[in-house]
Structures are given as structure tokens and as C-alpha cells.
């Protein structure tokens, strides 16, 4: 199934910020077991080419694993070289876009305005990123995505379990879950891994009910 199929059937996708070579394949055992399969790990991360790489080896198709905060088309073709499955970036870059269409890779760029959202459509973008979508809240999606119902758009920052679902239904496509879902720092035990393990359940649940 390919990267943008995966994230559209679940609806989530887990953002995970400041993991490591040790905690990032338990943190995606744990997601997907609780039907999490696509996950965004953070260009910041350091080591994070090592680390994607680490996570492909061990998931293999279990997961679809995207690289996150990618900003630059240098930084694009690294994670690619690791075996990123898809990028996501906060903001927009057409050189990034121009670079991950010539290798068919699935390229979602943040966006905001108008704009930007049809600028992004017209550099081969299939997927947007409205973000940070908890600052316009979920009826500017319904009313941006009226003008242009061909744009296929997940949203990211400030989402929630509680809100996640007035995002989706007001035409999102797909929700970004940070660190209300993952906080990788703070997972030590396996109690922690089986916590996370049952938040996921949770949003998958409440995304596909």
C-alpha cells in the first residue's frame, strides 16, 4: 500500500520527537500494535538518518515511516537515502517538492493560506499539511477546503483525541498526533510502551468510528 493509502485508512499519524537508536522501535512496535502504522520521526532528531534506518530494518512493512520538519531539499534526499517512506515538512519548499517528485516520493508540505495551498498543488504536492491547525480551528478547514475540494489535506499541531474528530469531519483527510500521543522522553518501562500502546488504540477508535 503506498505511504499516502496508509495515512488516509488510518486517519493518524504519530509525530515522534527527540527518540533514539534504543526507544524508537518499541515506541513503533507499541504504535502499531495499537493500529498506528504511519509515523513521522523529526528531521531534528539527532542521528535521525540512522534512526529511520534503524526503524525500517526492524519494522520492515509493518509501519509506513515518514521523516518530519524536513526543510530543505539536502535534508530531503538524506532521510530518502535512509529509507524514508514519505516527508513532511512544516512549511512550504518547492525545490523539496521538485527534488521528491523526481523520485516519486510523497512529499506533504505545511501550509496555511490559500495560497500556499494551491502553490504547493501546482509543484506536485498530493497531500497538504495545514498546520498549525489548532490556531484557525476546524471550520477554516471546511471553509479552505470549499474552494478547493480536489486538496486532500492532513492537519497538525494542537490536535487531540477530544478534538482530533472535528478536524475529520470537517474534511481533514488525516490528523498529525505529537507529543499528546507520543512523548518519547518519558518512556522507561514496559507499563509505558503498554500506555502508549492503548492510546493508540484509542485513536485509531475514535478516527475511524
Known amino acids: 500500500m503506498k505511504p499516502i493509502d496508509v495515512i488516509k485508512e488510518t486517519k493518524v499519524v504519530a509525530v515522534i520527537r527527540k527518540a533514539d537508536e534504543k526507544n524508537i522501535v518499541p515506541i513503533l512496535k507499541a504504535l502499531s500494535a495499537g ?19 534503524t526503524a525500517k ?24 537515502l535512509a529509507g524514508a517512506d514519505f516527508i513532511v515538512s512544516p512549511s512550504l519548499n518547492t525545490d523539496t517538492l521538485k527534488l521528491t517528485n523526481r523520485y516519486g516520493m510523497l512529499h506533504i508540505p505545511g501550509v496555511l493560506t490559500p495560497t500556499e495551498i494551491v502553490t504547493a ?42 478534538n482530533m474528530n472535528d478536524y475529520l469531519q470537517h474534511g481533514a483527510k ?31 477508535k475514535r478516527a475511524t468510528e
Not at 35 to 53: C, Q
Not at 57 to 68: N, P, T
Not at 133 to 150: F, R
Open 35 to 53: 493500529g498506528v502504522k504511519a509515523v513521522e520521526i523529526t528531521a531534528e532528531t539527532p542521528n535521525v538518518a540512522h534512526i529511520i534506518s
Open 57 to 80: 530494518e526492524a519494522m520492515k512493512e509493518e509501519s509506513c515511516i515518514g521523516a518530519g520538519t524536513v526543510l530543505d531539499p539536502e535534508t530531503a534526499r538524506t532521510v530518502m
Open 121 to 162: 498543488y501546482e509543484h506536485g504536492a498530493s497531500m497538504v499539511k495545514i498546520f498549525p491547525a489548532a490556531t484557525v480551528g476546524p471550520s477554516y478547514i471546511k471553509n479552505i477546503l470549499g474552494p478547493l475540494p480536489h486538496v486532500e489535506a492532513m492537519v497538525t499541531g494542537g490536535i487531540t483525541l477530544d
Open 174 to 204: 488525516a490528523v498529525g498526533i505529537g507529543s499528546n500521543l507520543v512523548n518519547a522522553a518519558a518512556l522507561k518501562t514496559e507499563e509505558d510502551y503498554q500506555r502508549l500502546q492503548e492510546e493508540a488504540i484509542k485513536y485509531i
